[in-house]
């Protein structure tokens, strides 16, 4: 039937993080680690999409295992984010640099090797000119995604390795390569804004702006550590809107700030009929990190704001409610 389009769902999560007393929590009597606590909640959801993208806010870099400030964690987390049913990583980000030159290439082995893909770091330029932009064919869908971040906290990028940044000059050039591609849509991971600020800066409004015009389809954000609003931009040409999602916020974490518990989880539903391709549906709902101070289990769990696990403390109750209203108040999605 010519009126049935193929479709394609996106599932994107926020800050995969790893902080000190994830690792603890993690640690078993014989030196391994196990995290199969963490996503066993939120797998189903993770399954019904057929591409689960997320934004690996750490090295894989070997021990020692550390926390904040500069991340690197244990090869375990990795293997159950693969288990969880998460298909693409961003990479860029401000941590990507934490284990230098050898946390940036381990990092990038052990996704490979996971049959994991990994976006927005390098080896080098042959290896940046091999795989990016990331182009995905699902369903008869053709996805290029772009990758980038603001900066590595000071740290300098070791010749040959690149990390992505949002360098305007880069980023057309880049969508140059990636319409070559033709792709039918042009989705860019963005690490930008500030952290624990609720509402994007004007930087970033005017960044996603500017790469709309530049020919990108939609915008996915983080590094802020908390939620920020969801904008649907009308196209100029089509009738399909561009999705914005500033900042997703943190998808597991140990950070206990208010809103700095709960994470955005969006899903794109993209529809392609003939040679053009629009945004079909934009969903979200909202998860909660139980952390091991308030689990029965002293694990770390991620948990779907419309779940209350039997086994959940009624403390861990009430913070779970708590953190959820503030953010039910405040999130909506805007036409802007």
Same mark, same amino acid.
């Given at each position: 039937?010519?009126?049935?389009?193929?479709?394609?769902?996106?599932?994107?999560?926020?800050?995969?993080?790893? #902080? /000190?007393?994830?690792?603890? @929590? &993690?640690?078993?009597?014989?030196?391994?680690?196990?995290?199969?606590?963490?996503?066993?909640?939120?797998?189903?959801?993770?399954?019904?999409?057929?591409?689960?993208?997320?934004?690996?806010?750490?090295?894989?870099?070997? !021990?020692?295992?550390?926390?904040?400030?500069?991340?690197?964690?244990?090869?375990?987390?990795?293997?159950?984010?693969?288990? &969880?049913?998460?298909?693409?990583?961003? $990479? @860029?980000?401000?941590?990507?640099?934490?284990?230098?030159? !050898?946390?940036?290439?381990?990092?990038?082995?052990?996704?490979?090797? &996971?049959?994991?893909?990994?976006?927005?770091?390098?080896?080098?330029?042959?290896?940046?000119?091999?795989?990016?932009?990331?182009?995905?064919?699902?369903?008869?869908?053709?996805?290029?995604?772009?990758? &980038?971040?603001?900066?590595?906290?000071?740290?300098?990028?070791?010749?040959?390795?690149?990390? =992505?940044?949002?360098?305007?000059?880069?980023?057309?050039?880049?969508?140059?390569? @990636?319409?070559? +591609?033709? %792709?039918?849509?042009?989705?860019?991971?963005?690490? *930008?804004? =500030?952290?624990?600020? /609720?509402?994007?800066?004007?930087?970033?409004?005017?960044? @996603?702006? *500017?790469?709309?015009?530049?020919?990108?389809?939609?915008?996915?954000?983080?590094?802020?550590?908390?939620? /920020? %609003?969801?904008?649907?931009? %009308? #196209?100029?040409?089509?009738?399909?809107?561009?999705?914005?999602?500033?900042?997703?916020?943190?998808?597991?974490?140990? +950070?206990?700030?208010?809103?700095?518990?709960?994470?955005?989880?969006?899903?794109?539903?993209?529809?392609?009929?003939?040679?053009?391709?629009?945004?079909?549906?934009?969903?979200?709902?909202?998860? *909660?990190?139980?952390?091991?101070?308030?689990?029965?289990?002293?694990?770390?769990?991620?948990?779907?704001?419309?779940?209350?696990?039997?086994?959940? $403390?009624?403390?861990?109750?009430?913070? +779970?409610?708590?953190?959820?209203?503030?953010?039910?108040?405040?999130?909506?999605?805007?036409? /802007?």
């Amino acid at each position: 039937n010519s009126e049935l389009g193929k479709r394609l769902t996106l599932l994107f999560v926020g800050d995969l993080m790893q #902080h /000190q007393a994830q690792i603890d @929590a &993690a640690r078993q009597p014989d030196g391994t680690y196990d995290y199969s606590h963490c996503f066993s909640l939120v797998k189903d959801d993770i399954d019904r999409a057929d591409l689960a993208i997320g934004n690996l806010e750490v090295t894989l870099g070997g !021990k020692p295992y550390r926390g904040y400030p500069q991340f690197s964690a244990p090869d375990e987390y990795l293997h159950v984010i693969h288990d &969880a049913g998460f298909d693409i990583l961003a $990479t @860029a980000n401000n941590h990507s640099l934490d284990r230098r030159r !050898k946390g940036l290439e381990r990092t990038l082995t052990l996704i490979d090797s &996971a049959g994991l893909t990994s976006v927005g770091t390098y080896r080098d330029a042959h290896d940046r000119q091999e795989r990016y932009p990331l182009l995905v064919e699902k369903n008869g869908v053709r996805i290029a995604f772009l990758c &980038a971040t603001y900066g590595t906290n000071g740290i300098g990028i070791t010749a040959p390795n690149i990390v =992505n940044s949002l360098d305007r000059e880069e980023l057309a050039a880049d969508i140059r390569v @990636a319409r070559a +591609m033709k %792709p039918d849509a042009l989705i860019a991971l963005l690490h *930008w804004g =500030n952290e624990y600020q /609720q509402e994007p800066s004007e930087e970033q409004l005017d960044l @996603a702006q *500017w790469l709309i015009g530049q020919g990108i389809d939609h915008i996915i954000g983080s590094h802020p550590h908390v939620i /920020q %609003p969801i904008a649907r931009i %009308p #196209h100029t040409e089509y009738p399909t809107q561009h999705a914005v999602v500033y900042s997703l916020g943190n998808y597991i974490s140990n +950070m206990s700030i208010v809103h700095g518990d709960v994470g955005l989880v969006v899903e794109l539903v993209l529809e392609k009929i003939g040679s053009t391709t629009r945004l079909k549906s934009l969903d979200h709902h909202h998860v *909660w990190t139980e952390r091991a101070t308030l689990s029965r289990t002293g694990k770390f769990r991620l948990i779907p704001a419309d779940t209350i696990p039997i086994d959940l $403390t009624s403390y861990g109750r009430f913070r +779970m409610k708590q953190a959820l209203e503030l953010e039910r108040q405040r999130i909506g999605v805007s036409t /802007q």
